[in-house]
């Protein structure tokens, strides 16, 4: 036997940062990992931090998140990189400058600082590099975007000094219960007896909820990423364009990171020098190339730096599950952020460790519950797709 109250599966950003909360608490903690912390969609990410062009559920969580955002440095104590720049969705056509239109009209109603630019001059002022060709645009003032493995760092080493104990290179391979409450945790290297078990581990968390016979219906398609060298200072917000097919940042050093929309993932999870690494094709880098240079004209004199494809774990309403199994009494799930869980980390942590404390949580989360999903039935495609990643 052992005593440590709480196991985190997985050190990315919803492992870290829910570490962090949850060892003001004064609870033992162990956050285990199977690679390093940051291995997978905390590292492939952009990194942006926006509450605009979010599903009306999350905007909450969204919006308590970049109050915390702002002061994070300090509460960390620890460089975040975190840039409050703003975010501009482009229209690139008529038919995009409609989705831009509703989409403003919508989020003002949710009462969302967003605005609606249309037309390039106002759209430049804002951001003098894009392309004069930008039909129109939303504007939200107070999103941002920061640092992603800076952002893993500063919670690893504020939860650490809170007596956070991370356990790297060790996988965990299933839970089991005793009379509906969560018994152990065996783990490659040992088994483990903790009152709580926080399932943060993204692409795989199927592979555990297995051993508890639950599932999330998952697609995990893959976003290609690519980052250029260093460029002069040229680009603040953070882009996104209304399809979705592209979205951009220029990071704290000068290099652009890139994404693009979601693919369908036709290759394999693989290692490269001891970490999880998927390939994307020449022609997913050429297009998201060539539309980013169609936005930036500047960036045609970039020279490329890297690339990765991200796998992303997408629910079918591309909401998390923020959740307690009620048949796994101490098992709470945080997984299936559908590519946008890196912004909304501080009040995910919040909500879980209200969660672990058996209160109400302040923020509002019927919609991330696991049964949501109780009737849905598994098409013969995701469950090719889990077999593939997860
Ligand atoms: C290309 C790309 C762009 C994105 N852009 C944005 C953006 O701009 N804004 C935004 O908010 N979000 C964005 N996202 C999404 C965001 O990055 C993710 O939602 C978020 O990082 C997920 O964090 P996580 O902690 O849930 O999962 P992960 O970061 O994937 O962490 C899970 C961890 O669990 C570990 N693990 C898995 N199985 C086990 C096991 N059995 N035992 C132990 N450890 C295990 C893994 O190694 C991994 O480190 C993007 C994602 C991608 C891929």
Redesign the pocket.
């Known amino acids: 036997m052992n005593a440590i109250d709480v196991v985190i599966?997985?050190?990315?950003?919803?492992?870290?940062s829910t570490a962090y909360e949850l060892s003001k608490l004064g609870l033992n903690i162990e956050v285990?990992?199977?690679?390093?912390?940051?291995?997978?969609?905390?590292?492939?990410?952009?990194?942006?931090?926006?509450q605009s062009g979010r599903h009306d559920a999350e905007i909450p969580l969204a919006k308590y998140s970049v109050k915390v955002w702002s002061d994070l440095n300090d509460i960390l104590d620890c460089e975040t990189n975190y840039k409050q720049e703003g975010n501009l969705r482009l229209a690139r056509n008529n038919y995009e400058d409609k989705i831009i239109k509703k989409l403003v009209e919508e989020q003002q109603k949710k009462g969302l600082e967003i605005e609606y630019l249309n037309n390039s001059k106002d759209i430049q002022e804002i951001c003098p590099s894009l392309s004069s060709k930008i039909f129109s645009a939303s504007y939200c003032p107070t999103d941002g975007?920061a640092d992603?493995i800076d952002t893993l760092r500063a919670y690893e080493k504020a939860a650490k000094k809170n007596g956070v104990i991370f356990s790297n290179n060790?996988?965990?391979?299933k839970i089991s219960s005793k009379k509906n409450k969560i018994n152990s945790i065996t783990?490659t290297k040992r088994k483990i007896y903790p009152k709580y078990c926080i399932l943060?581990?993204?692409?795989?968390?199927n592979?555990?909820l297995e051993s508890v016979e639950k599932k999330i219906p998952l697609e995990i398609p893959i976003?290609?990423?690519i980052q250029t060298e260093i460029t002069s200072k040229i680009l603040k917000p953070?882009i996104g364009v209304a399809n979705a097919s592209l979205?951009m940042?220029q990071e704290n050093n000068g290099c652009f990171r890139i994404?693009?929309g979601f693919q369908e993932c036709t290759g394999n999870l693989k290692l490269k020098n001891g970490m999880?690494y998927v390939e994307t094709t020449l022609n997913e880098i050429q297009n998201t190339i060539s539309q980013s240079i169609d936005i930036i004209p500047e960036l045609k004199n970039s020279s490329l730096k890297s690339f990765w494809g991200?796998?992303?774990?997408l629910t079918p309403d591309a909401l998390?599950v923020i959740d307690n199994v009620i048949e796994c009494e101490g098992l709470i799930i945080?997984?299936g952020?559908?590519?946008?869980?890196?912004?909304?980390?501080p009040a995910v942590s919040n909500i879980i460790s209200e969660l672990v404390l058996n209160k109400k949580t302040k923020l509002p989360i019927d919609s991330f519950s696991l049964n949501r999903f109780q009737n849905y039935i598994f098409s013969k495609k995701e469950k090719s797709d889990l077999t593939l990643h997860g």
């Open positions: 599966v997985g050190a990315g950003i919803i492992g870290c285990i990992e199977k690679h390093e912390p940051g291995a997978m969609g905390s590292g492939w990410t952009l990194a942006g931090v926006r975007h992603p060790e996988e965990v391979l783990t943060a581990n993204g692409i795989f968390c592979k555990i976003v290609t990423v953070v979205a940042r994404s693009s999880p991200g796998l992303i774990d998390p945080a997984c952020f559908s590519g946008h869980g890196f912004g909304i980390a």
